[in-house]
């Protein structure tokens, strides 16, 4: 039966690899930290098939981040759920990786990807009840431009804290900054959302988001 999903993260450090079957979670595969998705994806999307004794014919949709975030480590993801999607004929969909990091807690948050020396890209949100609705649109800012908007957030998540914690200090803000995986079921909410509204192309085609 066709009622496999897949989705596939892969735009930043914390990479991830989840199945659903109808609207339920039931793999979850987190790639190793660092930057080494090409040589860990597809190995893990193996062993996810493998695991729960499915067939690549048995997937219905295709959903992948489309970043921002690593130029490469987003190719990486992109490339893969293309080439899936079209030996498949399946839709595939794209999903801003922003989406997925979201904080534990309720209340408004900011999402924070360390876009180097453009900045930081970043996209605001509140969470209430567990429901996540985004406040702005993605966005890349320097770093005292971020600093001004994440002021007023009750959590501020990202990938990686490290370099991005100097980069504020070094600006004059201390933040508590939450390193947090990519949210596949959040990913997945979205994506499921523009599917049941058709708002996908038809030709495995996808508009990455580098936001440069």
Do not use: W
Not at 48 to 53: D, P
Not at 63 to 87: D, N
Not at 138 to 163: D, F, G, Q, R, Y
């Amino acid at each position: 039966m066709n009622d496999i999903s897949l989705l596939i993260e892969t735009s930043t450090e914390r990479g991830c690899v989840a199945l659903f079957r109808d609207k339920t979670l039931i793999y979850h595969g987190i790639l190793p930290f660092g930057l080494q998705n090409s040589a860990t994806l597809f190995p893990e999307i193996i062993k996810a098939f493998t695991f729960l004794g499915l067939l690549p014919s048995n997937l219905k949709l295709i959903m992948t981040g489309i970043g921002p975030g690593s130029y490469t480590g987003i190719r990486v993801g992109a490339i893969v759920a293309k080439t899936l999607a079209f030996a498949l004929h399946i839709p595939l969909i794209g999903i801003c990786s922003l989406e997925g990091f979201i904080p534990k807690e309720d209340g408004t948050f900011a999402s924070i990807i360390d876009a180097r020396i453009g900045g930081v890209y970043l996209q605001t949100g509140k969470k209430e009840n567990g429901a996540v609705v985004s406040l702005t649109a993605p966005m890349v800012l320097s770093i005292p431009e971020a600093a001004i908007l994440i002021k007023e957030a009750t959590n501020i998540t990202t990938p990686s804290s490290t370099l991005l914690t100097q980069r504020f200090e070094k600006n004059g803000d201390s933040f508590n900054i939450l390193e947090v995986d990519p949210d596949p079921i959040q990913m997945a909410n979205k994506g499921f959302c523009k599917f049941e509204a058709g708002n996908y192309r038809k030709d495995q085609q996808l508009e990455l988001l580098y936001l440069r």
